[in-house]
């Protein structure tokens, strides 16, 4: 496929990120509220955000494994307000990328803001210029997707370089021991501006799998790189009435999306956010298979209707494929914008880990429950696109007050039990990644490893599991004498 013309032009970008004229602005009332309710509630000190870099080394508490050394990048959004004005959703903060240095029994961390165009030219204005996923804003004109990239999703490591991604725009490369940005990545000159999701896949070849979300043009654009960064192969896909896709799932075989039953319905004074409208009354959720062979549109399944942010893993098992996957009774994304004016609300025990099982013949999807609510599936990295037995969550706690984050799990898929840590009291956990140990000959042979916000003592902190047994508790605590930003994802790369 060869040209901008075949592929896609800049305009569909920008209206798959729903931009249009209006005005709803960053407000002084949402920050009012944020900083009378941090007064008293100290884990909304996370989403306070940061003013600039952050260094220091961590303070080691248990035993550190000689063998763990490597990097554990991660990414999330560190800038929610400028100006006395505050952004009304976390998904908006400008991306703040963060590394833990890990060798010899120590732990170095630096996390520094990704110099994207937005935010270089709103730091130097003092204030918000440009929309945001949850924020309209219109002070300035967008002139491409990436006018308003604000790399906050996601920090991978490929082919010798790191990069910051977000939704909606292009990678943006970061360097990868002072986190200094480089600049927009550009695969392919007529890939300019496209979106390239937080979420690529890995294939045995060191290659990579990922896709742009297109709700404007109800389409899906694949991508696949090759183990060197060029582009082998890429395909648009119509999928009608697309709207928030975040994840996939990767198999022998196929990529496998799930599309959840939201409207977007634009409107003035609206985000791109505040314009998805739930529709689970009236659609399913559908789940979308393309053959990787041909880049085409194999099958669609139908569910009850659910929202989805992750996926696990996905394999052929015979003539069919199952996948693991996060489902949410109802909308999520408003819950997550509350806490922007200083309202934590507790995670809804109507989200579960299940696996799906993809029927081709029957034309029938079955759903067989793994974990109650919880979020952030992993595997480990060597069993990507293959049969695997091992899936990491966070989870809730049963009886926990305010349904927070407070569980690391790691299930077997073929029994369904768990093996479970609960943090203290006042401890948010975050996406924890499993990590190998080299020649690993198990999913289990290696590490846990996360990090973890100690709200009481306003510090952040990296575990270390060792992956056969969870419950024994963190073998290792990095602990900073600071908070820093949580981060959604990241990845760890060995030295």
């Known amino acids: 496929m060869n040209g901008r013309r075949k ?68 990414n999330g959004p560190g800038r929610f307000e400028l100006g006395g004005e505050r952004y009304h959703h976390w998904f908006d903060g400008d991306g703040y990328v963060q590394r833990w240095q890990i060798g010899g029994g120590k732990v170095a961390h630096r996390g520094r803001f990704v110099a994207t165009q937005k935010y270089t030219e709103e730091t130097a204005a003092g204030q918000f210029l440009y929309p945001a996923f949850g924020t309209y804003i219109d002070r300035r004109p967008v002139k491409s997707n990436d006018t308003i990239n604000v790399a906050n999703t996601n920090l991978v490591p490929f082919g010798g370089h790191v990069y910051a991604l977000w939704e909606g725009g292009s990678a943006i490369e970061v360097d990868p021991q002072t986190l200094e940005t480089r600049g927009i990545k550009t695969w392919r000159p007529d890939l300019k501006s496209m979106p390239f999701s937080a979420h690529p896949k890995s294939d045995p070849d060191g290659g990579l799998w990922n896709f742009g979300n297109m709700p404007g043009a ?90 989805v942010f992750h996926f696990g893993n996905a394999f052929e098992d015979g003539a069919c494929t199952r996948l693991d996957v996060v489902l949410h009774q109802g909308d999520t994304l408003s819950q997550l914008g509350t806490m922007m004016r200083g309202e934590i609300q507790p995670f809804r025990d109507g989200s579960s880990t299940v696996q799906l099982t993809l029927d081709y013949a029957a034309g029938q999807a079955r759903e067989a429950r793994l974990f109650g609510a919880s979020e952030f599936p992993r595997v480990a990295p060597q069993v990507v696109s293959v049969r695997h037995r091992r899936l990491a969550v966070l989870g809730v706690a049963p009886g926990t007050p305010d349904d927070i984050f407070n569980t690391v799990n790691l299930i077997d898929t073929d029994s369904g039990k768990a093996d479970s840590y609960r943090f203290d009291a006042g401890w948010v956990a975050e996406e924890h990644v499993l990590v190998p140990r080299r020649g690993a000959r198990s999913e289990t042979d290696g590490y846990l490893v996360g990090v973890a916000q100690d709200t009481r003592r306003r510090q952040t902190v990296m575990t270390v599991f060792d992956a056969h047994n969870i419950k024994a508790g963190p073998r290792a605590m990095a602990r900073l004498s600071y908070a820093s930003p949580p981060c959604i994802h990241g990845n760890f790369l060995a030295a």
């Open 7 to 74: 592929f896609l032009s800049r305009g569909i970008g920008l209206a798959a990120l729903g931009l249009c004229s209006g005005a709803a602005w960053a407000d002084s009332e949402t920050y009012r509220r944020f900083h009378q309710a941090l007064d008293h509630d100290p884990r909304l000190l996370a989403y306070a955000g940061t003013e600039g870099e952050l260094r220091g080394d961590a303070a080691i508490h248990g035993s550190m494994p000689d063998d763990l050394r490597g990097v554990f990048y991660r």
């Open 218 to 307: 109800n389409k899906l654009a694949i991508y696949r790189l090759d183990a060197a960064g060029q582009v082998a192969r890429t395909a648009l896909i119509d999928v009608p009435q697309l709207n928030m896709v975040h994840d996939f799932a990767v198999s022998a075989r196929h990529l496998i999306f799930l599309v959840p039953p939201y409207d977007m319905k634009p409107g003035p004074e609206l985000s791109y956010g505040e314009s998805l409208r739930w529709a689970g009354d009236t659609r399913p959720l559908r789940v979308v298979v393309i053959a990787k062979d041909t880049l085409r549109l194999r099958q669609v399944f139908e569910l009850p209707a659910r929202s």
